[in-house]
């Protein structure tokens, strides 16, 4: 059984370009997570989707930030119009139900650089 | 706002010996409790969790314990190995919340041979 998989890696972006971040979930899971983490930090929440919707979007920023987790396909992290304070982590997990303590299961990340 | 922390950076600890990490909590609605260990370059590994109806909770080589009375949560890991070094993140969430889980700001272990 896979684990959850983000793609790509690493993205190189200039500021002003987007940046898509894509994360498949574990299979049977339903439900996404989005993660940033800088340097020597801790991952601070950003948002959290089910299928074809968005739940709790509360730590991400109101602009240029976009999140979505399509009926088909993978769940996508959209930044448009990148800056250099973007650079950071992105980590997808994902849970199979609704409850706090059900284990989130992380991916390996992407690693965003703006130049 | 609430958060959670850790009292110590980093931690060097002898090949072999028990290591034991330190996290204090704020946040008194928090009720369950995870550790998750981050290699290099990886996304955290989940390594154990806690409900606050518990005190103690034992796994492979790792107990977590946790302390109400002080919010204190700590993780210990017995006969610390090499591949043990990773930097170790608690983080809190309420069973019954669906989403986010809050992280601390880590404790980096190393292993000296």
């Known amino acids: ?13 200039r500021r002003g370009q987007e940046a898509r971040l894509r994360c498949s979930p574990m299979k049977g899971h339903s439900h996404v997570y989005w993660y940033r983490q800088l340097p ?9 989707l089910q299928k074809e919707n ?6 991400m920023p109101k602009e240029r930030f976009s999140a979505e987790f399509p009926k088909e396909g993978p769940s996508i992290l959209r930044i448009q119009q990148v ?3 973007d ?3 992105y980590f997808c997990a994902s849970s199979r ?3 706090g303590e059900e284990t989130q299961y992380f991916g390996p990340g992407t690693r965003l650089l703006v130049l | 706002g609430e958060s959670v922390g850790l009292h110590l950076p980093t931690l060097s600890v002898q090949e072999g010996d028990n290591s034991i990490i ?3 909590y704020s946040n008194s ?20 969790d806690i409900r606050s109806n518990m005190d103690k909770r034992q796994g492979q080589r790792v107990t977590v314990l946790l302390n109400k009375t002080v919010k204190h949560l700590s993780l210990q890991i017995a006969a610390t190995q090499p591949g043990d070094s990773a930097v170790y993140f608690c983080a809190e969430n309420k069973a019954s919340s669906a989403s986010k889980i809050i992280f601390g700001s880590g404790t980096r272990l190393s292993i000296r041979p």
């Not at chain 1, 020597?40 to 959290?48: N, P, R």
């Not at chain 1, 968005?54 to 730590?59: C, K, L, N, V």
């Not at chain 2, 995870?34 to 990886?42: A, D, P």
């Open chain 1, 83 to 85: 800056v250099r304070g």
């Open chain 2, 22 to 24: 330190n996290c204090a």
């Open chain 2, 29 to 48: 609605a928090s009720d369950y409790f995870i550790w998750y260990k981050q290699e290099s370059g990886k996304g955290p590994q989940f390594i154990i």
């Open chain 1, 1 to 13: 059984n896979a684990g959850v998989m983000q793609n790509p890696r690493h993205l190189v972006r």
């Open chain 1, 54 to 59: 968005i739940i709790d979007e509360s730590g």
């Open chain 1, 40 to 48: 020597e930090e801790g991952l601070k929440f950003m948002v959290y």
């Open chain 1, 97 to 99: 139900k609704t409850s």
């Open chain 1, 87 to 89: 650079s950071a982590a």
